[in-house]
Nanobody, 121 residues
């Protein structure tokens, strides 16, 4: 079973920074795509940033230039560095792992429990 555990959320003023972490219970070399999503109250979950096993990254237009996704293969952890935070960045941030090579075959679409990020004006 694959587990993802997020941490690092909290309350920050606009313009501030936070770094989210997501620790995986498997070797992240085996994960094709790691991503961060967020869900604001009353809104659908949206993709924020993703990183492939090869290190390619992709960002939502709303966070380009402010957020950076990275990973530490030795720690089996993916990070989301969030700078210049805005109130509209408020929401629950979820870690996602997709297409994981497991002993039994491939596993798809695993989620963490989420971590709350609140940005005050």
């Amino acid at each position: 079973q694959v587990q993802l555990v997020e941490s690092g959320g909290g309350l920050v003023q606009a313009g501030g920074s936070l770094r989210l972490s997501c620790a995986a219970s498997v070797n992240i070399f085996s994960i094709n795509v790691l991503a961060w999503y967020r869900q604001a109250p009353g809104k659908q979950r949206e993709s924020v940033a993703r990183i492939t096993s090869g290190g390619s990254t992709n960002y939502a237009d709303s966070v380009k230039g402010r957020f950076t996704i990275s990973k530490d293969n030795g720690k089996n952890t993916v990070y989301l560095q969030m700078n210049s935070l805005r109130p509209e960045d408020t929401g629950v941030y979820y870690c996602n792992a997709d297409r994981i090579r497991l002993p039994s075959g491939f596993g798809y679409d695993y989620w963490g429990q989420g971590t709350q990020v609140t940005v005050s004006p």
